[in-house]
């Protein structure tokens, strides 16, 4: 089964169109949705749509409005990937280089968004923070070289945690752990 469409059924059900996206829903691990399916259909749920072509990879899509985002690997580069609710391609941009140094090969930092932001970490260590709408590059930080950081044996895949009006990163080196 499509790898997109499981994780999008997941999104679209939990109510996320609606819902600014946070760990664990609201932090609490509690959802209060009804009108959720009480048993799955002998041959699961319908398949609206899916998307072919997003490369390989480990993350997780995010949903803001009418967009998705998610992230793929293709050729030793990563990609986002926006495409509209019913699953269309709108916009498909080059973040940089991605890991390709072992049997995990492909993106891996779910998309974070807030405030007209796109936040995507490489699985080299690289943030970037784009304009949700033109998809403008805005800015770009380097774990490794910014805050001394080494990066893990199959490649980063921390998305940044957006707190209020702060963005929290932990590169996790011995000076810089926790930024924000």
């Not at 280089?97 to 998309?111: C, F, H, K, N, Q």
């Not at 970037?128 to 709408?133: G, P, S």
């Not at 774990?143 to 980063?156: A, C, E, F, L, R």
């Amino acid at each position: 089964m499509n790898r997109l469409f499981i994780i999008l059924f997941f999104a679209l059900g939990f109510n996320a169109l609606h819902a600014q996206i946070q760990w664990r829903n609201d932090r609490s691990g509690m959802y209060h949705e009804t009108g959720l399916m009480k048993s799955w259909p002998a041959n699961g749920p319908e398949l609206l749509w899916h998307f072919d072509g997003l490369g390989r990879g480990y993350s997780s899509v995010s949903i803001d409005k009418d967009k998705i985002f998610v992230t793929g690997y293709t050729d030793g580069k990563g990609y986002l990937y926006v495409l509209s609710l019913d699953g269309k391609l709108l916009n498909k941009i080059e973040y940089g280089p991605e890991w390709d140094l072992d049997e995990y090969v492909g993106a891996r930092s779910t998309v974070m968004h807030d405030d007209g932001k796109l936040y995507v970490v490489s699985g080299m260590m690289e943030l970037c923070c784009y304009d949700i709408q033109s998809l403008k590059l805005l800015w770009k930080k380097d774990y490794g070289k910014d805050y001394g950081t080494n990066n893990t044996v199959h490649g980063w895949n921390g998305p940044p945690l957006i707190v209020g009006e702060k963005l929290i990163i932990a590169p996790g080196g011995p000076v810089h752990h926790i930024v924000h």
